[in-house]
């Protein structure tokens, strides 16, 4: 069975790292939480961690190359 938190949250620490090679983009993170949370691939614990980093990356403007 695939893993979508550990997808979604690779995607999330490479923003909070300041990588600066991402392997997809925020918007994609973000639409992936709610996509897997919709479809109840992830729990809602798991969808509210990921939802409030990814807010904090937008807050903090992480993710304007």
Excluded: C, G, P
């Excluded at 620490?13 to 479809?39: F, G, L």
Aim: charged share 35%; glycine share 0%.
């Amino acid at each position: 069975m695939k893993d979508y938190y550990s997808e979604i949250n690779k995607v999330v620490t490479e923003y909070e790292n300041h990588k600066s090679y991402h392997t997809r983009n925020i918007e994609w993170a973000a639409d992936r939480v709610t996509w897997a949370w919709k479809w109840k691939k992830i729990t809602k614990e798991q969808m509210e961690e990921l939802a409030d980093r990814i807010a904090a990356i937008f807050d903090e403007n992480l993710f304007v190359d």
